[in-house]
């Protein structure tokens, strides 16, 4: 498991960047096939994605860096702002990318007219894929997205090669409730983690997957949001209820912990779990509101659409 895909010289192209890169391609080329046959303007479609890319991003960092400020907190200043920007060192926030490309949408549908559920319907396969090409990329980095020690049979026991996980297992441990060092030992003049966790990465791949495929029974709806907001709450739900109970993450408020080689390796609540709560009711809310509304009036043929 090596986090690097390329490199030469001093030049290097993670895995990470590489996968989600393949999962945003196919879901531009899957999003414009659609648009053309639902008769949506391509090119707009086209530039709002552009956009919406360079601003997810963004608040896919910045969402980070206010979630994990203990990572930062001791770096000193002005070091601790490249670190901040230093997408290479890995660290994004899928929440904060899903909320810097719905602004983009919004402004689209305030500035150039369009009809913004419509459009964002038309994003959620390329989230998916891109929720799949990222975990994938975890599992490449090693240390990121990693599960707590747990003595349940899906328990994974990750490779002595793999020396950025156990770096980031046994050595930098951000709160008391991922200490694992204990769990540690010093085996061919590297620490490793010899106990097993869960495979949380791996997860998270399949709850891509299972979204992948639900959004093209979801965009059968005839009902502009459908997909969008069954998209909302569905990764919610999967994303709280099974990667993150399990994930080793900072617990602002510990409801539960059980983690060890006798142990279940769960934890509640983690920050995602904290922030799903009013995402899974928001989403409930908005989709009992669509279906009351149901489909709207079909468009008059030769009306136009907004134009980039």
Same mark, same amino acid.
């Given at each position: 498991?090596?986090?690097?895909?390329?490199?030469?010289?001093?030049?290097?192209?993670?895995?990470?960047?590489?996968?989600?890169?393949?999962?945003?391609? +196919?879901? #531009?080329?899957?999003?414009?096939?659609?648009?053309?046959?639902?008769?949506?303007?391509?090119?707009?479609?086209?530039?709002?994605?552009?956009?919406?890319?360079?601003?997810?991003? #963004?608040?896919?960092?910045?969402?980070? *860096? +206010?979630?994990?400020?203990?990572?930062?907190?001791?770096?000193?200043?002005?070091? &601790?702002?490249?670190?901040?920007?230093?997408?290479?060192?890995?660290?994004?926030?899928? %929440?904060?990318?899903?909320?810097?490309?719905?602004? *983009?949408?919004?402004?689209? +549908?305030?500035?150039?007219?369009?009809?913004?559920?419509?459009?964002?319907?038309?994003?959620?396969?390329?989230?998916?894929?891109?929720?799949?090409?990222?975990?994938?990329?975890?599992? !490449?980095?090693?240390?990121?997205?990693?599960?707590?020690?747990?003595?349940?049979? *899906?328990?994974?026991?990750?490779?002595?090669?793999?020396?950025?996980? %156990?770096?980031? !297992?046994?050595?930098?441990?951000?709160?008391?409730?991922?200490?694992?060092?204990?769990?540690?030992?010093?085996?061919?003049?590297?620490?490793?983690?010899?106990?097993?966790? %869960?495979?949380?990465? !791996?997860?998270? &791949?399949?709850?891509?997957?299972?979204?992948? #495929?639900?959004?093209?029974?979801?965009?059968?709806?005839?009902?502009?949001?459908?997909?969008?907001?069954?998209?909302?709450?569905?990764?919610?739900?999967?994303?709280?209820?099974?990667?993150?109970?399990?994930?080793?993450?900072?617990?602002?408020?510990?409801? %539960?912990?059980?983690?060890?080689?006798?142990?279940?390796?769960?934890?509640?609540?983690?920050?995602?779990?904290?922030?799903?709560?009013?995402?899974?009711?928001?989403?409930?809310? !908005?989709?009992?509101?669509?279906?009351?509304?149901?489909?709207?009036?079909?468009?008059?043929?030769?009306?136009?659409?907004?134009? +980039?």
């Amino acid at each position: 498991m090596d986090p690097v895909f390329l490199q030469i010289g001093s030049f290097t192209v993670a895995w990470y960047g590489v996968l989600i890169t393949l999962g945003i391609v +196919a879901g #531009v080329w899957v999003g414009t096939r659609m648009a053309r046959e639902r008769g949506l303007n391509v090119d707009l479609f086209n530039d709002m994605i552009l956009w919406m890319i360079v601003w997810g991003l #963004v608040g896919a960092r910045l969402v980070f *860096v +206010a979630t994990s400020w203990q990572q930062f907190e001791n770096i000193p200043f002005p070091r &601790v702002l490249l670190d901040i920007v230093n997408l290479r060192q890995g660290g994004i926030s899928i %929440h904060g990318g899903l909320i810097g490309g719905i602004l *983009v949408m919004l402004y689209y +549908a305030r500035r150039k007219g369009m009809d913004f559920y419509r459009y964002a319907d038309l994003c959620v396969p390329g989230v998916a894929f891109g929720i799949i090409g990222g975990r994938l990329g975890n599992i !490449m980095n090693g240390t990121d997205t990693v599960g707590r020690v747990t003595g349940w049979p *899906v328990g994974f026991r990750w490779p002595d090669s793999a020396r950025a996980f %156990h770096d980031g !297992m046994c050595v930098r441990a951000p709160s008391p409730d991922m200490d694992l060092s204990q769990y540690c030992q010093q085996i061919g003049g590297q620490i490793v983690m010899t106990a097993p966790v %869960h495979f949380t990465q !791996m997860y998270g &791949v399949i709850i891509g997957v299972i979204l992948s #495929v639900a959004a093209f029974f979801w965009l059968r709806s005839r009902i502009p949001g459908w997909a969008f907001w069954q998209f909302w709450l569905w990764y919610s739900v999967l994303r709280a209820g099974w990667e993150e109970t399990f994930r080793l993450n900072p617990l602002p408020i510990k409801l %539960h912990l059980s983690q060890g080689l006798d142990a279940s390796g769960i934890g509640l609540l983690t920050e995602t779990q904290i922030i799903s709560i009013p995402l899974i009711i928001a989403s409930v809310w !908005m989709l009992l509101r669509l279906r009351r509304r149901g489909a709207p009036v079909q468009t008059a043929p030769g009306q136009a659409e907004p134009t +980039a």
